[in-house]
Structure formats: C-alpha cells, structure tokens
C-alpha cells in the first residue's frame, strides 16, 4: 500500500466512524443521557456537546466559538499541505500514519462545528432525540456548530488522602472528559509523532524510498 493510499484510508474510515456514531448519538439519544456498554458502570455512552476543543475544553465567548471554528480550518489547510508534501517525499509510513491521524480528528470535529448547527435541531435534556435535517432550519449558523461527545470512561473515583497538599479529603475522578473518536484519532496520532520522533531521530528529515 502506498503512502497516499494509506492515508485516504486513515482519513475515510476516522471520518467513517466519527461521524456515524455521532449522527447516532445526536438523533437517539436526549442530551445528558447515558447507557452502559456492556453493564459496565464505568465504561458509559454518555452524550454531551461542547463549543470548544478537544475532551470538553473551550474558548468563552460568542466570537470565541467563531475564531475557534476559523483557527481549526486554518491549522487544518497547513496540515494538509505539509501531509501531501510528506506524501510526495516519501517520508517515513510511522510520520505519514501520524499526522494522516490528526488531520482526520481534526477534520472530524471540523464538521460538527461547521455543519451539524444548520442541519440538526437543538439538543437539550427534555426535547429528546434532534432531528436531522429539521423543518425550522438547524439550532445554529455555520461554524456555529457544537461538537458531539460520548465516551466517558469514570474508571477511578473516590477522594484524596487528608494528607496530600490542597486536594486533601476532596473528591477525584480518573477519567473525567468525554470525548469522541476524532479526539482519540488526535491523540492516537500524537503519540505516534512523539514515538517516531524519539525512536527514529536520524530519519526525521529524510525522505525512505518506497518498498
């Protein structure tokens, strides 16, 4: 498999996925509810939205929705140039396959900000599933969309030892944000860059022949 073949792969089945799932999650389930996988507790199917970036984090402010929205396609342009010029040099598959899986996160929670706001109703805790494609028009304009969230993964919880500094006798939870595929196909692909740049230093800059 080429290098550009395996990154249209990369990119179809993350975009594949993401977005299945969140159009499922959007139109059948109420905002806030949750449904155990499996019976597990602490493996949850838990749907929320976010404004903002990756694992619920946000930028505040109606302007700061838009320049968000605006930064992601920005950063998103430059990193696909600098894929298709990975692509052309033939750099090595394990920096291709990382980036190729952060531009597919990337791209991913790109189109809940840009579309899902014009082509889904409002989800909130009483209005039930959203429609898609709804009579009035979508809850949102474009680049005005919310992100779609639901994996959340509650595997450790209880409270801090008195005696630890300033958290002492307060409560913790590991693991708190929900996310989505994109956020997982984001991180995935950076802990692949940070692999392949310690395990491969004298290969960063250069181009591998084709096999």
Known sequence: MSRKQMVFLIFFLVLLLDQSVKIWVKTHM????EIQV?????VLIHFVENDGMAFGL??????GKLILSL??????????LY????????????????????LSGAVGNIVDSVLYGRIFSASTFDSGPAQLLPEGG??????????????????????YP????????????????????ADVAISLGVVVLLWFYFRF?????LPQEEE
């Open 30 to 33: 109420a905002y806030g509810e």
């Open 38 to 42: 499996f019976g597990w507790d602490r």
């Open 58 to 63: 946000r930028l505040g402010g109606e302007y």
């Open 71 to 80: 930064f992601r396609i920005t950063a998103v342009g430059f990193l696909l």
């Open 83 to 102: 894929l298709i010029r990975l692509v052309k040099e033939q750099s090595h598959r394990w920096l291709v396959t990382g980036f190729a899986l952060v």
């Open 138 to 159: 979508g809850y949102a304009p474009i680049l005005y969309g919310r992100v779609v969230d639901m994996f959340y993964l509650p595997l450790f919880y209880g409270n």
């Open 162 to 181: 008195e005696w630890v500094p300033y958290f002492g006798g307060k409560a913790f939870l590991f693991f708190r944000p929900v996310f989505n595929i």
């Open 201 to 205: 230093p004298a290969q960063q800059e």
